[in-house]
């Protein structure tokens, strides 16, 4: 099991920027799947897959509630996976969590029907608060 300590998340006012990391360091295999969840207040207990990555092939999962505004990205050279957030919205606040697998059938069902017992790992967290 890998620990996940995601950072990046602060206070944004709406309409701005900002990029979640989650660093890849230590990872034995290339073969995963890692993801982009969040919490958000009310539905803590139902995590939203927010994005979704295949490592081997790049292949990526977008909700549609984030679709063109969040970008999922992979930095080999630095061991970190990101997550861009920009045109953020009051509606995207919550504890943003990475989580790690083996691979699924494909990303999107990671992000649509994973829970947190279902990964090898998950992180801590993050907060983003959208606010003006």
């Known amino acids: 099991q890998v620990q996940l300590v995601e950072s990046g998340g602060g206070l944004v006012q709406p309409g701005g920027s900002l990029r979640l990391s989650c660093p890849t360091h230590g990872f034995t295999t290339d073969n995963y799947y890692i993801g982009w969840f969040r919490q958000v207040p009310g539905k803590e207990h139902v995590p939203e897959g927010v994005?979704?990555?295949?490592?081997?092939?790049?292949?990526?999962y977008y909700a549609d509630s984030v679709k063109g505004r969040f970008t999922t990205s992979r930095d080999n050279a630095n061991n970190a996976v990101y997550l861009q957030m920009d045109k953020v919205k009051p509606e995207d606040t919550g504890v943003y969590h990475c989580a790690v697998d083996v691979p699924w059938a494909n990303v999107k069902s990671m992000c649509e029907k994973g829970t947190p017992t279902d990964f090898d790992s998950w992180g801590r967290g993050t907060q983003v608060t959208v606010s003006s």
């Open positions: 994005s979704c990555m295949s490592s081997p092939d790049g292949d990526t």
